[in-house]
């Protein structure tokens, strides 16, 4: 579905990752860990079309789209949930949902999908008519998810969602991730919580200083020193 083949990443003379080479199949939840710094957040914004890269191809269903526009690549349903989330505070919960579907043209089914994402988070059809900043933060990271998911997503892309929430919340977001995957889309996850990389995903790629230095079936990769290190700094 998503090939990463040796890219590299520059930001001016300074190489942020080297040669990565990562695969997402169809239904997949795969997870990127690694310490501050090491380049996860690089690798999907390359994806995106938010960085170019310096070297090496991204293939999404057999076709090269770095290089694309961002809107073109969310067309074909690679949506990013960016680090820190990134809503507009001053717009309302349904305002903020809507953008995500600013794309698409057909209003069935984007009337059928806000369904589905009250669904998966009735607290944002509670909170509809509220500015999206006077949201909590576990509130904040459904309504970041909720966007990303109007767009259509066939792979959603996840960068630290858990960044500052809570255990609770924690697990709350575990449980949406699952959900999220049983309807079909595969997920990419940027993660350093131990917890909920185990929870959700079924293979795991570890990156240091810029290169992929592990990868495989995360309760096995849990054994290593490299990942620990990943995760404990």
């Given at each position: 579905?998503l090939?990463?083949?040796?890219?590299?990443?520059?930001?001016?003379?300074?190489?942020?990752?080297?040669?990565?080479?990562i695969?997402?199949?169809?239904?997949?939840?795969?997870?990127?860990?690694g310490?501050?710094g090491?380049?996860?957040?690089?690798?999907?914004?390359?994806?995106?079309?938010?960085?170019?890269?310096?070297?090496?191809?991204?293939?999404?269903?057999?076709?090269?789209?770095?290089?694309l526009?961002?809107?073109?690549?969310?067309?074909?349903?690679?949506?990013?949930?960016?680090?820190?989330?990134?809503?507009f505070?001053?717009?309302?919960?349904?305002?903020?949902?809507?953008?995500?579907?600013y794309?698409?043209?057909?209003?069935?089914?984007?009337?059928?999908?806000?369904?589905?994402?009250?669904?998966l988070f009735?607290?944002?059809?509670?909170?509809?008519?509220?500015?999206?900043?006077?949201?909590?933060?576990?509130?904040?990271?459904?309504?970041?998810?909720?966007?990303a998911?109007?767009?259509?997503?066939?792979?959603?892309?996840?960068?630290?969602?858990?960044l500052?929430?809570?255990?609770?919340?924690?697990?709350?977001?575990?449980?949406?991730?699952?959900?999220?995957?049983?309807?079909?889309?595969?997920?990419?996850?940027?993660?350093?919580?131990?917890?909920?990389?185990?929870?959700?995903?079924?293979?795991?790629?570890?990156?240091?200083?810029?290169?992929?230095?592990?990868?495989?079936?995360?309760?096995?990769?849990m054994?290593?020193?490299s990942?620990?290190r990943?995760?404990?700094?």
């Amino acid at each position: 579905m998503l090939k990463l083949k040796k890219i590299s990443v520059h930001y001016g003379t300074a190489e942020a990752v080297r040669d990565i080479s990562i695969n997402v199949e169809e239904k997949d939840v795969i997870s990127v860990i690694g310490a501050n710094g090491a380049g996860k957040s690089t690798i999907l914004k390359a994806v995106s079309g938010l960085i170019p890269v310096s070297s090496g191809e991204i293939e999404f269903d057999g076709k090269r789209i770095d290089g694309l526009p961002v809107n073109k690549i969310v067309s074909l349903g690679l949506v990013q949930v960016p680090e820190g989330r990134k809503l507009f505070p001053y717009m309302n919960v349904m305002s903020n949902i809507k953008l995500g579907a600013y794309l698409r043209k057909d209003k069935a089914d984007i009337k059928s999908d806000l369904a589905k994402v009250f669904e998966l988070f009735p607290r944002l059809k509670e909170r509809r008519a509220q500015n999206a900043g006077s949201l909590s933060g576990g509130e904040q990271q459904m309504l970041a998810i909720a966007r990303a998911l109007m767009a259509k997503p066939r792979l959603l892309m996840m960068d630290e969602p858990s960044l500052g929430l809570a255990p609770i919340i924690i697990d709350n977001l575990s449980k949406a991730i699952k959900e999220i995957n049983r309807s079909g889309i595969s997920v990419l996850l940027v993660e350093q919580n131990a917890g909920l990389v185990m929870n959700v995903s079924e293979k795991c790629y570890v990156v240091e200083v810029g290169k992929v230095v592990l990868e495989g079936d995360m309760k096995d990769l849990m054994k290593n020193d490299s990942v620990k290190r990943a995760f404990l700094g």
